[in-house]
Structure formats: C-alpha cells, structure tokens
C-alpha cells in the first residue's frame, strides 16, 4: 500500500484530542505535524505539503471553513485530500464543507480513534478492478 498518505496535518486546538489522535496516527506509522490554531494550521500546510489534512472547524482566529477555503485555491495545496472533523453536525455546515473541498466530514462524538484512522486511509485506497 505505497499510495497511504506518510505525512498528516492535524489542525485541532482542543489539545487532548490532538495529542490523541497524533499518538494514534503515529502508532500506525504516520508521519504527524500539529497545528493548534487556523493561521498556523495553514502555514503548515503550505511549509510541509503533508499528504493529508484533519480539519477542525471551530478554531481560534481562523475558522476551519475559511482554512479549507484557502488550501483548495492555491494549485501547491488545492489536491491535499481533507478531511473536516467537528463538533458541528447540522446538515448545512456539513453540505458547506464539502462545498468547499473536503474528502470527507467526520463528527467527532461518533468516531473512535480506530475508526478515524481508517477514513485517513480510505482516500489512497484503489478500488480492487482499477
């Protein structure tokens, strides 16, 4: 499976969750690069290049829409697979999300780590008669 993304971007300011889904993501053999808030989450994307990127949306200084936003207009960031995990469940945040480029829009109270790690996997998978 060399198509699994190596380098993930957490952007997540509740430290417990980033601190336990970094620890995940690394016990399974990511690389992980933290970003505690909106503006350093997008410097970080934009510096590091990472494979994929864990979106939170209700971050200090920059919302998580207005990052997404940002990273799907450069060409150098725009084909970073995202995927948005949130608090924020309503149908129209969700459907604003997607809207805006995300792969995939986890609510947070419904996911266990385990789970979470393999929708970070589920973009780079190649259906079997590809």
Avoid: C, W
């Amino acid at each position: 499976m060399n198509n699994l993304p190596k380098k993930i971007l957490i952007i997540e300011d509740d430290v417990f969750l980033n601190e336990l889904m970094a620890k995940k993501l690394i016990e399974e053999g990511f690389d992980v690069i933290k970003a505690a808030n909106g503006e350093e989450g997008l410097e970080s994307a934009n510096r590091e290049k990472p494979d994929l990127i864990l979106l939170d949306l209700i971050l200090p200084g920059m919302d998580g829409f207005e990052i997404l936003e940002k990273i799907k207009e450069e060409p150098e960031t725009g084909s970073i697979p995202v995927i948005i995990l949130s608090n924020l469940g309503q149908r129209e945040d969700i459907e604003r999300g997607f809207d805006l480029g995300a792969d995939d829009y986890l609510i947070k109270a419904h996911f266990t780590p385990d789970e979470i790690v393999e929708r970070v996997r589920a973009p780079f998978r190649k259906p079997v008669n590809a």
